[in-house]
């Protein structure tokens, strides 16, 4: 199958068997038997095999995946094997807290640019970027190849910017603004709500179930 034609519920899973297979390849294991993953991960074999068989199945019967293997075909069908250069846009506390994780960049996700309407912020340094007037945004897009926005301003801002984000012909956008972007099908849209993973911590705590 193409990579292309993986299901995104497929997809989805994708990056923790790579978290995965990142820390087993670090601590210096070889391969490993889908039953042995499957206890790792609290995944069934069943679905570890039928997610693996999606792009070619990667294992040897008796002889199980071959982890480093895996590992780096994992991490070509997400593109991680490429350098994606990005921007924040919004350097208020949740666009300075990214910034400033530098575990991003070993992903191969490089912040280039950081940009914020409020002049107070202008020249401020984060990591060697200093913020930037939103006004650069369409120029600095053009000149550094940037392919992800991260946006990290309120909502009531986010959806003219990613319009103007998608006339600069940005392919994606990480959208933390609380509120639905309804862009072109072409833009790759991921949001993030970390209050939903709360509200599912609160529906566990209320229902006995931890
Ligand atoms: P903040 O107020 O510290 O920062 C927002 C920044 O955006 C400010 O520096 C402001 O000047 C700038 N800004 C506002 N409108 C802009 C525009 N049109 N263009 C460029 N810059 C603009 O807020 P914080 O805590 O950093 O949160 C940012 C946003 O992310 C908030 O709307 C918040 O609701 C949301 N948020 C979302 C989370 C999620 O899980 N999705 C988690 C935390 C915050």
């Known amino acids: 199958m193409d990579d292309k034609n993986i299901s995104q519920a497929v997809v989805a899973r994708l990056p923790r068997y790579y978290r995965y297979l990142g820390d087993l390849r670090d601590s210096g294991i070889e391969r490993i038997s889908s039953q042995d993953l499957s206890k790792l991960m609290k995944v ?3 679905q570890i095999r039928q997610d693996f068989n999606n792009f070619g199945g990667f294992g040897q019967q008796g002889y199980g995946y071959n982890v480093e293997y895996l590992y780096n075909e994992i991490a070509r069908i997400l593109g991680l094997n490429e350098k994606h250069n990005l921007i924040i846009v919004g350097a208020g506390n949740l666009g300075q807290a990214l910034a400033n994780y530098m575990n991003f960049e070993r992903r191969g996700f490089i912040v280039k640019g950081i940009f914020d309407n409020d002049p107070d ?5 984060l990591r060697g970027i200093h913020v930037q ?3 650069n945004i369409e120029q600095f897009i053009k000149e550094n190849d940037i392919d992800i926005a991260v946006l990290t301003i309120p909502k009531n801002g986010a959806v003219k910017t990613a319009e103007l984000l998608v006339r600069c012909n940005i392919k994606a956008i990480w959208n933390f603004a609380h509120v639905d972007l309804n862009l072109p099908d072409h833009i790759a849209v991921e949001n993030v709500h970390l209050s939903d993973s709360l509200m599912k911590l609160s529906y566990s705590i209320v229902n006995g179930n931890r």
């Open 44 to 46: 069934t074999a069943s």
């Open 121 to 125: 912020l202008y020249g401020k340094e």
């Open 133 to 135: 007037p939103v006004e």
